[in-house]
């Protein structure tokens, strides 16, 4: 499965990207299971992902959480808490 | 109900927004206008310019929601917000909340929950440029817990 | 703190006040301003106007007091109050509430105890014209309510 | 003593005036003792003060309770509850 996945604020500076397509590896069912994943792909992404309990997610434009499962997603999001307003 | 959410690089005008939720109608007793401005310190540390980043399909989307939400929790006549993005310098306006009612407290409240729910959940990320360079704000726990309150079933006061 | 009080028969523009409090600044980070409007029925009878009579000596005394207690409770940048009275005709603004502050929080609560206090406390009685012959508004156990929140010490959101 | 009496709204509108000058009687302490002793004015002050409980007062333009002492004061005034805003 192919999903897209985009990055904003400091995880985007991090990794150098604001997005990209990803071919999801069996077994990675979860948003936590993702992030894990995600970062033992390079040091970029180590940096990105090295607190994951403060990084939150969207599915498809809606926030979840860590246990949020996956199958089925075309869009996923990966954040900073947000400071809008 | 006329509900207006807008994402733009633009300034906004609040009195003319405002203006739109009441003109030509004498149902609306109240109106309450928010309007977030950009400061020219965070933290004590002097800013030079904020830069609002968002999440383009996800925002306006998520906004529109909490604006239907609103409206479904008190007796609105009316709700606009409008949230800015890119690079903004102290002074200028960042974010517009507006919102109409027969009375007060509805008017109010409404007001106060969309501001909580923009600063807590909305796909928004300000980065700070000042003398040190450039830093990400960081979120507040005063914000979350203003969020919270309005995760129990709202009374109508 | 810039503060402004009027008592006034002439319509007020709700726009140019609520930037006088921020003009030229770049501490105000949150502007909440508050509209009373007319509207065009009474507990679902229809109105032709309001009749907004005041103790002309108390009521702007009453209002600087409370003005001068939202700036002890509240960190305050600004604030004004403006209150109509005499005739005013369904659409017409009667009372504007502008408070500026660093943070909304506390900009928003200034406002909403700025407006309790003149709901319930201030020296104003409106008499309705209807269809029925005039009559005056009564007092609203809910806006009595409201206003007695304040009087316990406030928490600082 | 001499005190400068004020009315508003319905109060006003049932007594016929605005204002008046009154020459307090010896024993009227109090402003729930003025308003009995005005009740018994006339036809009109008793249809103004019939229901005392309601009526709000002031001395020299502060908000004071029906057992409030009027010793001293220079303007007293009667109203219904506020409904301003």
């Keep these: 499965m192919t999903v897209k996945v985009l990055y904003f604020a400091w995880v985007r500076e991090r990794l150098g990207k604001a997005q990209e397509e990803i071919e999801l590896p069996p077994g990675i ?20 992902f090295e607190r994951p309990q403060v990084i939150r997610a969207a599915i498809d434009r809606n926030h979840v959480r860590a246990d ?5 997603a075309r869009e996923i999001a990966f954040f900073p808490p947000m400071t809008g307003g | 109900m006329r509900t207006t959410v807008r994402l733009q690089r633009e300034p906004f005008e609040p009195a003319a927004e405002a203006a739109k939720l009441s003109a030509g109608r004498t149902d609306v ?27 383009p399909g996800m925002a306006e989307a998520e906004i ?18 409008i949230h800015r993005y ?18 007060r407290q509805a008017a109010f ?15 928004f990320w300000k980065l700070v440029e000042k003398a ?6 960081e979120a507040k726990a005063v914000d979350d ?7 129990k079933p709202a009374p109508l006061r």
């Design chain 1, 68 to 72: 949020a499962r996956i199958e089925g």
């Design chain 2, 29 to 55: 007793g109240a109106l309450v206008t928010f309007t977030g401005i950009c400061r020219a310190d965070e933290n004590g540390a002097a800013i030079t310019a904020l830069h609002l980043e968002h999440y």
């Design chain 2, 132 to 137: 040190g360079g450039p830093s990400w704000v």
């Design chain 2, 109 to 123: 409240a409404a007001a106060e929950f969309l501001m909580d729910y923009l600063k807590t959940r909305a796909p």
């Design chain 2, 86 to 103: 890119g690079r903004l310098l102290p002074g200028e306006n960042i974010v517009l909340v507006v919102t109409a009612s027969s009375h």
């Design chain 2, 145 to 151: 817990a203003a969020a919270e309150r309005w995760s």
């Design chain 1, 29 to 48: 069912d979860t948003i936590g299971q993702l992030m894990s994943w995600l970062a033992d792909r390079g040091e970029q992404y180590a940096y990105a």
């Design chain 2, 64 to 81: 529109t929601r909490h604006v239907e939400e609103a409206c479904t929790r008190w007796p609105l006549l009316g709700a606009t917000v």
